[in-house]
């Protein structure tokens, strides 16, 4: 087994396909496919399901994959270790929740994209949950999430608080938890759903409806034309068009918080291109700014 053809595997189960794969490694097609199946011989499994759609990683291919990713990752360490100090390139991969990547990240990303245009970085946004399970899978090299976080090949850090309101249409200017009849949510494992899920046990109000989207957009929209309630930070919907379109009410103390934290994998040491990174969101966004 040699890096090459991990590197291949890596690239194929990400593609889902030979084709691709070839594409994006700037190799053939045989080279990929010849390494694949000299890598299956080896290790005397099938790592693939052949199909008229692409390949598919087997139960033996899912359990290879997150080794083929901290050895890539191993690798662009080592190469990063060998560069000039300051001069960070390669791809620095991130996740971010939803809202700190739309209201938080964007300057930031923008700076660190001006003072390093030779690092290729690339964004994956969604459930802090989500993104908790791309840093374990060597997916991202970390990510922004609603915290705290409690497992044991995580460390975070914490970055700033927001501050959470409940949302209703712009006609509802006093909402009591008896009032979320029916109330719209990002998908589970994102942190906002937990902290209005909690709001509301401990209010001892059910809700009749819970309706779960997929995009903050459409919630805010649906929350506008009266369909329903949500809870989201201030600072994502204290802009417009959102502002003039909805009312805001406070939440209890024990719910009104949420820590942003920037968790990374336990004894992973980060690449010069994320320390730089992390310089830049430290001095950014300290704990208590809304900005």
């Given at each position: 087994?040699?890096?090459?053809?991990?590197?291949?595997?890596?690239?194929?189960?990400?593609?889902?396909?030979?084709?691709?794969?070839?594409?994006?490694?700037?190799?053939?097609?045989?080279?990929?496919?010849?390494?694949?199946?000299k890598l299956e011989k080896q290790l005397g499994v099938v790592l693939f399901h052949r199909n008229r759609r692409g390949m598919v990683p087997t139960a033996a291919g899912l359990q290879?994959?997150?080794?083929?990713?901290?050895?890539?990752r191993l690798l662009e360490e080592a190469?990063?270790?060998?560069?000039?100090?300051?001069?960070?390139?390669?791809?620095?991969?991130?996740?971010?929740?939803?809202?700190?990547?739309?209201?938080?990240?964007?300057?930031?990303?923008?700076?660190?994209h001006r003072h390093y245009p030779e690092v290729e970085l690339r964004l994956a946004t969604g459930a802090s949950s989500e993104m908790v399970r791309q840093v374990l899978d060597f997916t991202v090299e970390g990510a922004?999430?609603?915290?705290?976080?409690?497992?044991?090949?995580?460390?975070?850090?914490?970055?700033?608080?927001?501050?959470?309101?409940?949302?209703?249409?712009?006609?509802?200017?006093?909402?009591?938890?008896?009032?979320?009849?029916?109330?719209?949510?990002?998908?589970?494992?994102c942190s906002c759903r937990r902290r209005f899920e909690d709001w509301l046990a401990a209010a001892r109000c059910v809700p009749d409806n819970v309706i779960e989207f997929g995009t903050l957009d459409a919630i805010l929209s649906c929350v506008a034309a009266g369909m329903g309630v949500t809870v989201l930070p201030y600072s994502f919907v204290d802009r417009e068009p959102y502002r003039s379109l909805v009312s805001l009410h406070p939440l209890p103390g024990p719910f009104a918080q949420l820590p942003i934290f920037f968790v990374q994998r336990r004894g992973v040491a980060p690449p010069e291109?994320?320390?730089?990174?992390?310089?830049?969101?430290?001095?950014?966004?300290?704990?208590g700014d809304q900005g």
């Open positions: 087994m040699d890096s090459t053809a991990l590197r291949m595997f890596l690239a194929v189960a990400e593609e889902g396909g030979v084709t691709r794969a070839a594409e994006k490694l700037h190799c053939v097609q045989s080279n990929v496919t010849s390494h694949i199946r290879l994959l997150p080794y083929a990713r901290s050895v890539k190469q990063a270790a060998l560069r000039p100090a300051g001069c960070p390139s390669g791809l620095l991969r991130l996740g971010a929740m939803d809202t700190a990547a739309a209201v938080h990240l964007p300057a930031i990303l923008a700076s660190y922004l999430v609603g915290g705290p976080v409690h497992h044991n090949d995580i460390v975070g850090e914490e970055i700033l608080v927001e501050e959470l309101v409940a949302i209703s249409c712009a006609t509802n200017c006093r909402l009591q938890p008896k009032d979320c009849r029916t109330v719209l949510v990002y998908r589970q494992g291109a994320l320390e730089l990174f992390l310089r830049l969101l430290r001095n950014g966004l300290a704990p």
